[in-house]
């Protein structure tokens, strides 16, 4: 089973891709093959739509799009940006809702978010949903928010504190099971 | 593979109920044990925590949970009331929310909602998964939200217009399938 | 000018109360004439058209439009269940709902919150947004959302952190002024 | 009394700019000063935390915050992408958000909508509220959203509909009075 993962963050040393490598690592530890992208692997304009009449997609929203497409589950680890979607991540999501079938139909998805705030990030992921489900998106029934990301990571990459991590553990073990077996399309 | 589904609405003659009755035949048909409830049976006074200290959750309460809980998935067909979740159903997840483990966790749900406007109620699906999905629900990647719901009927209870049937047909029978097959716990 | 305040709690005991009486005392000592309320004073059942088909509005929600409408602002300090407004809150906003002109209606509203989580409710006040404004009430551009609410009172009954005070009283002050300048009606 | 009024879609015939466009002309007869402005006036990239370090804030962003920093009210007319706010408006906002204080704070805020769907982009207002009330603006009771805003004009701009114009007019006469008389600094 295929896991694509990311974080909505453009800037190279962000806690959101920090959180996203230790999802990921965990998830291949969990017998997951994992597709890790850096988001700025997929570069595109603000969405417009006179640029799609006259250009079609662009080519890092498509490939973002055949990533997600070729996995059978994907995890977004957002930053929050004004308690909700940053607007870059917003802009991806926009461009490759143009596509039909919608790539994320289908697909199992684990959100997770990282602040230095005491929320974590949180609204964003409560803003995601909306979005995501009507794009035909299984929600996971758990979300991770890592609150005051900016101390949570101990010196190897793992989480500081043993029990926000076994939280995080339990909740991928789930995620795993249920894209492995769920039967969504 | 049980299905439990009720309408979050207290009236008698509520279009909600109406869809959650042609639900529960559909899913029948799809080979699924339905076990269908009216939201009356579930009598409970408005959530109060000196209420719950002093005479713990009461029966309709309990009862609610219990009847989610003996089953592997569940559907609420929500009323929308002022762009939200109606409060008579809110309390009722207010309620049993007070249970540990949740009743709901783990469980795959199915939103639907009835409305004679537009909309269709639309606004209290999208505000009802910020509440189950952190009670553990997994958020089926449909939901379906019936517009001008007091003429979408036809004499047999079923929907007047075909494609509008036969778009809820493919999202019950993808649940269906879904939740006899994840492996949520 | 008359501000009518209320707590969105049925408990004798909430901080949400607290921070009610605390707001009220600050708005009258910033001129405001305070009609101060106890949820309790309130009794509605559950929302069901049936009943208000039969017997009309009960006399609590009555009461409740009755103190909206008597007054040039309001207050509503809520409690967060399950991430959302609390279903009684729910459940008597929808009551009211059923009055024309909405009571809320061209009333500045301010909205706070009290939570022992370090969210301190903010995401009821979130959710109490989109029910207000369509209800015609002009939402304040400050809110005010006390994180930690068990510990967060002194002997008192003010604040134990002088800056989250001072933030308070800042947004109370613009509050007062504004609905004492703005013509809504 | 000078209000700033722009539509958040980039698109050259948009049916947002037209409604801009209408709500403009319509304030101006109720004797406020317009500023309009073209979205695509304000060009910029897609928010980066390692650009604002290393450039400071675009000329686009800091363009949109004058504009909206010299007027004493302002109206956003949005698109909804994906049941939400479009990415290049969300984009704009967290530009400017980078300032402090808020170019929209103490601002009394009309929020407007146009699609071609029977919700008329309610939801990206839905979702704008939560985004905007933390960043100071004082959202006005009222909100417009133009359903089938495709078929929605006449041949001079105007509504079609005259008591859809009605309704618009109120709002607006409101939201004039409310913002000249408003002492929200």
């Not at 040393?13 to 959180?19: A, E, P, R, T, W």
């Not at 799609?52 to 498509?62: I, R, Y």
């Amino acid at each position: 089973m295929r896991i694509f993962v990311f974080a909505g963050s453009l800037r190279k040393d962000s806690v959101n891709k920090k959180l996203a490598g230790l999802i990921s690592q965990k998830l291949e530890g969990l017998g997951a093959e994992v597709d890790f992208a850096d988001f700025r692997e997929f570069e595109m304009p603000l969405y417009d739509n006179d640029i799609e009449q006259s250009d079609g997609l662009p080519a890092g929203a498509q490939g973002l799009a055949d990533r997600i497409s070729a996995s059978d589950a994907f995890v977004i680890v957002t930053p929050e940006y004004n308690h909700s979607i940053p607007g870059p991540l917003k802009n991806a999501i926009d461009w490759i809702s143009r596509i039909r079938p919608y790539p994320t139909a289908g697909k199992i998805c684990f959100l997770a978010s990282a602040a230095p705030s005491m929320v974590g990030g949180s609204r964003a992921v409560i803003a995601l949903r909306p979005v995501l489900s009507p794009m035909g998106a299984w929600l996971s029934g758990d979300s991770f928010s890592l609150a005051q990301a900016n101390q949570a990571f101990d010196d190897n990459g793992g989480l500081a504190n043993a029990d926000i991590e076994k939280l995080l553990d339990g909740m991928l073990d789930r995620f795993v099971k249920v894209s492995a077996s769920a039967q969504t399309s």
